[in-house]
C-alpha cells in the first residue's frame, strides 16, 4: 500500500513546513531578544539603586557630621563680642572638618548682619552688611531662630 502523493499536495506541504520553520526561528529569536533586554534592564537598575543607594548614604553621613560639628560650635563659642579669635579659630575648624560637604561658614547676629564668614576671601565685602536672602531668611525661621509676629 503506497500512496502517491500529488504534486501539489508535496508543494504545499514543504511551503507550510518552511513557513513553520520560519516563524518557529522568528519566535526564538523574539524570545532571546527579549530576555537579553530584560537582563539588560535589570543591571542597569540595579546598578542605578546602587548607586542613588551609595548617594544617599554619603549625604546622610555629610549631614550628620554637619549636625553634630554645628551643635559642638554652638556649645564651643563663647558669646559674641567675648573671645573673637578663639570663635574664628573654632569656625575654621569646623570648615576644614566638614570640607567635602560645606562651601562656606556664616556667622549671621541676630540682626540678620554678617558678622563672620569663613573662607574670609569669600566675605570679606559682605561684613556689616544685613543678609536680605528670602530662603535663608526662611530657614531660619523654620530653624526657630527667627521669631516672627
Request: with cysteine; hydrophobic share 40%.
Amino acid at each position: 500500500m503506497t500512496k502517491k502523493f500529488s504534486g501539489k499536495y508535496l508543494r504545499y506541504s514543504i511551503w507550510l513546513t518552511a513557513v513553520t520553520v520560519i516563524i518557529l526561528i522568528l519566535l526564538l529569536a523574539l524570545t532571546v531578544y527579549y530576555v537579553r533586554e530584560r537582563a539588560i534592564i535589570d543591571l542597569f537598575s540595579s546598578q542605578q539603586a546602587s548607586i542613588a543607594f551609595q548617594t544617599a548614604a554619603w549625604f546622610e553621613e555629610s549631614i550628620a557630621k554637619c549636625e553634630k560639628g554645628m551643635s559642638m560650635l554652638s556649645k564651643l563659642l563663647p558669646a559674641q563680642g567675648e573671645d573673637e579669635s578663639k570663635k574664628r579659630e573654632e569656625i575654621k575648624a569646623l570648615h576644614d572638618e566638614l570640607k567635602e560637604s560645606v562651601l562656606t561658614i556664616v556667622e549671621i547676629d541676630k540682626n540678620d548682619v554678617a558678622y563672620y564668614g569663613y573662607p574670609e576671601k569669600l566675605f570679606s565685602n559682605i561684613y556689616g552688611k544685613k543678609i536680605e536672602d528670602p530662603e535663608l531668611y526662611h530657614v531660619l525661621k523654620k530653624m526657630n531662630y527667627i521669631n516672627i509676629h
